[in-house]
């Protein structure tokens, strides 16, 4: 889950002040988490405690308010009114790492992506994002090559990865819709020859550029299994006592 954070983290930075370059420090005075963090923690603990999604989910989002959500689910957060909002957004996607690590059997985290989406996100493609952002962890943690994890996401989902992020980059701009994400984060993990350089590639096609490299990194963690010591120590600094708790905790559970 450090690999989603530390994209998130890094990524912040850039979110409305776009790049086209691989080229730009990691970490600055004003990296910092934001919604997806916070939400991804949520789903953790949710696993972890054996608790349903939405309740824990809005439970965060309350305590930690000030974290850059979108304005549905800002006001879905803070209602007394349960029910999704038919959301396609990368929300669902962002926040789903946490599935592909913990369960042991494809069916399993398809279907638990679908619940931990559709809380809020219960739109056709909100609930694809987060499916296929989730059993691509699943795959990486498994030892599947690029190539099969390529084909059974193309296959299942019907995402196009064939484009190269040259391709992609010159023409790409800001898209909060998973369609128009999630694919192309996944594309940053498949070029990528280390968790860092899928978070500087997913963050350089000058999109919605925290979710972005939080979906690739969260890919690329479960897929090279090693996070530089530098990046790790970079993130923690930055996290409240509570979120360490619960990384800590999945990771001691899900991720030997």
Known sequence: MIGSIAGDIVGSVFERNSIKTI????????????????????????????????????????????????????????????????????????????VGF????????????????????????????????????????????????????ENRFGYDLNRSLEEIRPSYRFDVSCHGSVPESIIAFLESVSVEDAIRKAISLGGDSDT??????????????????????AVQKRLPAEFLTIIDAFRRRYCR
């Open 23 to 98: 080229d730009f420090p990691l970490f600055i005075p004003t990296s910092t988490y934001t919604d997806d963090t916070v939400l991804s923690v949520a789903v953790a603990q949710a696993i972890i405690k054996d608790m349903p999604y939405g309740e824990t989910i809005k439970d965060f989002a309350q305590r930690y308010p000030h974290a850059g959500y979108g304005y549905s689910f800002y006001a879905w957060a803070h209602s007394g009114d349960d029910r999704p909002y038919n959301s396609w957004g990368n929300g669902s996607a962002m926040r789903v790492s946490p």
């Open 212 to 233: 972005m490299a939080c979906i690739a990194g969260g890919i690329a963690e479960a897929y090279f299994r090693e996070i530089p010591d530098p990046i790790v120590s």
């Open 102 to 153: 913990a369960f042991s059997d494809l069916e399993k985290v398809l279907l638990e992506a679908r619940r931990s989406a559709e809380v809020t996100h219960n739109h056709g493609e909100g609930i694809k994002g987060a499916q296929a952002t989730a059993l691509s962890v699943f795959l990486a943690r498994n030892g599947e090559d690029k190539q099969t994890i390529k084909e059974e996401i």
